[in-house]
């Protein structure tokens, strides 16, 4: 059948399965935007309150779903707004398919009203990026765009569309998404040598990282910790995969991962790394990390093997496949000292914070409590993202939304809402600094236009709380441009965009403002205030081996 290109568009989302899809309309996209106003009955748009705001949408959704999210923008400063929320699913191995539209074709190039080149703009930040100049490669275009972000290590693609293609028309016919190549890369001798590893350790350690969720293969994991009797730990992106309350679970490794884990990677004769990236983050002095052990690297991006940290073996390929094969060779193994010896690392060091003021930690724990461990739980970046990860136990994967590679400040409340978007029936919570929240506030807007229930949790200790931390230990407390102690008041703020607000300054109002804002099935602004100098331990050095791991106890001494 004869359909213009924004009638092609909109069928080829459908082909793909796509339901909400998140945006912001301009001059050189209204073709499509007219085409999505017939479909609104079968794509649900959002318009959120900046461009940006949509790229993080269509990657929370996406993290929380395992489905590709999409975002739409218009040419020029339009689609250069996406930018930052592509580079953060690229960072984060995120499948989002961007559609921009671009001036018409006999104007491109001519520096023309809102023309940017934005195919060469994120050619560093996706997997792949298209300009559609011709209306006869629109579909197929679109499709292998949908293909690219999920195959494989996901990511996001860029499919930009010049106007005139949008108008255009020719013909279309409809197909179903063909399933998508196996990712078999090993061979049989390198699983062979991944159990010949396994067996022969005497001190196995477990590293996760954000691939295993990607993968679903949190039971298959969850299965060969069992199997080689080790202990686990995971990155800020491997969240969920081993259950937060399991015994062999360790905590987080790296710059603020807990001492149970770091000392104990730093001791082990093998690490096994599943679906993780080796992060400087994570192994602080590449040179020192897990100096003492082997190292097993499994992967589907043969990139990453070798990359950070020499591997002593690897197997690329998909993780929950690769498990399955591995956990059938593997036989039962006992590593009764070794556990014994992590176990009192656990006791010996445990996480703390001073439970005589309101903290983040202590907010978190409540927000544990009273969700029984099932909200979804979004966060932007610095501390309180750090605090979120350390004392909410996280029971299942894709249930921790945060950037971790690239950092975003800005990053939750939009993820939050597409999120959301995609588990109507999770309590979806985005736990965010005061920092973070000045910069894409107005997203709650968004979430008031359409009565999305979201809860967003802003601990404010007025000032951009990780980098004082940092100018305090390392800069001889030069708090240079981290003070935010002025006159904005967040809860006004907030009912000015349309939301219901509540404040707390003690730790008896947490509990009851959590469940008011539970109940009100709105979106609601709970301002925390906590402490300027609160701090999160434990701490790596940047650059230092992560065995000289140090928390307050350890700070303490040290100043005597």
Request: proline share 4%; charged share 25%; with cysteine.
């Amino acid at each position: 059948m004869q359909l213009t290109g924004s009638e092609i568009v909109v069928e080829c989302l459908k082909e793909q399965g796509v339901d909400t899809v998140f945006g912001y309309p301009g001059g050189t996209i209204l073709n499509v935007y007219d085409a999505l106003y017939k479909h609104r009955e079968e794509i649900n748009h959002i318009l959120t309150s900046h461009e940006q705001g949509a790229a993080h949408a269509a990657d929370g959704y996406a993290r929380a779903t395992g489905k590709v999210g999409v975002c739409l923008a218009t040419s020029g400063p339009g689609a250069t707004n996406l930018v930052t929320g592509i580079a953060t699913a690229y960072m984060d191995s995120v499948p989002v398919v961007a559609i921009t539209c671009n001036v018409n074709l006999p104007l491109l190039g001519k520096d023309s009203f809102q023309e940017v080149d934005i195919a060469g703009v994120t050619m560093p930040i996706t997997k792949h990026s298209y300009i559609v100049k011709d209306i006869a490669k629109l579909a197929d275009t679109i499709r292998k765009a949908f293909r690219i972000a999920r195959e494989g290590r996901p990511g996001p693609v860029l499919v930009d569309i010049t106007k005139d293609v949008t108008a255009n028309s020719c013909e279309y016919e409809k197909k179903i998404p063909e399933p998508l190549n196996a990712s078999c890369k090993y061979t049989k001798e390198d699983i062979e040598n991944a159990v010949f590893l396994m067996k022969n350790a005497k001190r196995p350690f477990i590293y996760v990282g954000g691939g295993a969720v990607i993968s679903g293969a949190h039971m298959e994991v969850r299965e060969l910790a069992s199997l080689l009797d080790a202990p686990v730990c995971d990155t800020l992106m491997g969240k969920g995969v081993m259950d937060g309350h399991n015994e062999r679970y360790t905590g987080m490794i790296g710059m603020h991962g807990t001492k149970a884990s770091n000392l104990g990677v730093s001791e082990c004769d093998l690490l096994v790394a599943l679906g993780a990236r080796f992060s400087d983050r994570v192994v602080g002095n590449a040179a020192m990390f897990a100096a003492r052990a082997r190292v097993l690297h499994i992967d589907i991006d043969a990139a990453e093997i070798n990359k950070n940290i020499k591997t002593d073996a690897s197997v690329v390929g998909d993780l929950k496949e690769i498990l399955t094969i591995i956990n059938k060779e593997l036989p039962q193994a006992e590593h009764r000292e070794w556990n014994a010896h992590i176990k009192e690392l656990k006791e010996k060091y445990p996480l703390n914070y001073d439970e005589g003021a309101l903290s983040c930690p202590y907010i978190m724990e409540e927000i544990d409590r009273i969700t029984k461990g099932e909200a979804l739980i979004v966060t932007d970046v610095g501390q309180h993202q750090m605090w979120a990860a350390q004392y909410f136990k996280y029971s299942s994967p894709r249930t921790f939304l945060s950037s971790g590679g690239l950092g975003t400040m800005g990053y939750g409340l939009g993820a939050c809402i597409g999120a959301k978007m995609g588990n109507p029936d999770k309590i979806c919570i985005n736990i965010a600094g005061d920092g973070c929240f000045r910069m894409n506030m107005n997203e709650l807007a968004t979430a008031s236009r359409y009565g999305i229930p979201i809860i967003e949790v802003v601990i404010n200790n007025h000032v951009l709380g990780m980098v004082r931390q940092w100018q305090t230990l390392f800069y001889e407390k030069r708090y240079s441009q981290t003070i935010l102690d002025d006159g904005v008041d967040f809860c006004m703020v907030a009912k000015g965009l349309g939301c219901e607000a509540i404040r707390v300054t003690r730790k008896e109002e947490v509990a009851d403002a959590l469940t008011r804002a539970i109940e009100m099935k709105k979106p609601v602004l709970i301002e925390c205030v906590i402490p300027e100098d609160d701090k999160v331990f434990p701490m790596v050095p940047a650059g230092a081996p992560i065995s000289e791991v140090f928390d307050a106890t350890d700070l303490e001494k040290k100043n005597e």
